[in-house]
């Protein structure tokens, strides 16, 4: 039988080293509350994550993992007065102090004190007093657990929009059609902008017109990316704008050429700590081109974000292409690093539900997916 003070929790201990563990229960203190987790996401940042065993900002192992989640308050600490037992929530990772020379400056993403919070991968997670007061927001009715856990990862892709400054009527290219590209291309077209998808495999082009694409490029040999997308921009000036979501030095250099004269580049994917990137300098110079770089979110961001979710425009439920319970949480990080490049349809988000294998039965696979994990 299940013990009363514990409960089933995804532990990163290293590089490609999760472990499925028995933890106490949290417990929460003053302004906090405990949520019962409805549903986890998988997220791109959590595998570069388990890939290199850290994260130098949110987490240095061992610690639980997972940070896109949703579900019910299960407990609340003293003081805490703007949710209650049984309320429906969305809980982001992090929150700003609003105090410091970045928060004051309306730039609360680079927060010198941003509070983090991970351990969604578990059957509970404990939600810390500042992000409880100034980023935990209350899901209405007939909203899936799955689908308002979306908002994290579109707040960034909203913050980095808007960072963009696009308009609508403008056209954009997106490069990268993984599960932020393609909410990129999805809140774009939402907004009014003509978007061309650059992409690299087949089984991307159908997601990148589902989710607002109106034109595709397929990255293979013999192909001049950037003289075939500049050929789709009117006039084949270049976009009035383009997003960079894939994060080599490579697509880098493409999406400067890519843009017009006066247009803005968004270097929205992240290379490793120490690359280094060689730009043509005359080109935005005398292009009068704009370099913006977008990171994390803010309370801001995250609140449109959930409305575009709650509102049904946005298309959250394309958006979860499989289904997992907790128990394979290690394996499915293990899959996801060896994937076959070759499937017919693309993997986006996978949706956990860490109620649909129980505590009690965790002892059966413990072993087989720890053995998996590493």
Not at 40 to 55: E, F, I, P, Q, S
Not at 337 to 358: C, V, Y
Request: include cysteine; aromatic fraction near 6%.
């Amino acid at each position: 039988m299940r013990s009363s003070n514990q409960m089933l929790a995804a532990v990163l201990h290293g590089k490609e080293d999760l472990r499925l563990e028995r933890v106490p229960l949290p417990i929460p203190e003053k302004g906090e509350i405990v949520v019962r987790v409805g549903a986890a996401l998988t997220c791109g940042t959590d595998l570069k994550v388990y890939r290199r065993g850290y994260h130098a900002m949110m987490l240095q192992p061992p610690i639980p993992f997972g940070h896109e989640l949703a579900g019910t308050v299960s407990d609340i600490g003293e003081g805490v007065t703007g949710f209650s037992v049984g309320d429906r929530v969305v809980a982001l990772n992090s929150a700003p102090c609003d105090a410091c020379f970045f928060c004051e400056h309306d730039q609360q993403n680079l927060c010198e004190d941003l509070l983090f919070n991970n351990g969604a991968y578990a059957e509970f997670i404990r939600v810390p007093a500042r992000i409880v007061e100034k980023n935990t927001l209350h899901i209405p009715e007939g909203i899936a657990f799955e689908h308002a856990a979306l908002t994290e990862p579109l707040a960034c892709v909203v913050r980095g929009l808007e960072e963009t400054m696009a308009r609508p009527g403008d056209t954009m290219v997106v490069v990268g059609a993984g599960p932020i590209g393609l909410m990129f291309m999805h809140a774009a077209e939402l907004a009014g902008i003509h978007v061309i998808a650059v992409v690299k495999r087949e089984d991307q082009i159908a997601s990148a017109r589902l989710f607002g694409a109106s034109q595709v490029v397929q990255i293979h040999d013999g192909i001049d990316i950037v003289a075939a997308t500049r050929a789709l921009t009117p006039q084949q000036r270049g976009a009035d704008s383009v997003i960079e979501a894939v994060a080599t030095p490579m697509t880098w250099g493409w999406a400067v050429d890519m843009v017009r004269k006066g247009g803005t580049v968004n270097f929205f994917g992240g290379p490793p700590s120490g690359t280094r990137v060689t730009l043509d300098t005359n080109r935005l110079h005398y292009g009068d081109i704009t370099l913006k770089a977008s990171f994390h979110h803010t309370p801001a961001a995250c609140r449109t974000a959930f409305e575009l979710v709650t509102s049904g425009r946005f298309k959250a439920a394309e958006y979860i292409t499989g289904r997992a319970s907790l128990a394979d949480v290690p394996h499915l990080f293990h899959k996801m690093l060896t994937r076959s490049r070759g499937a017919s349809r693309l993997e986006i988000k996978t949706a956990i539900f860490p109620g649909s294998h129980p505590l009690e039965d965790f002892a059966l696979v413990e072993s087989a997916l720890v053995g998996a994990a590493r």
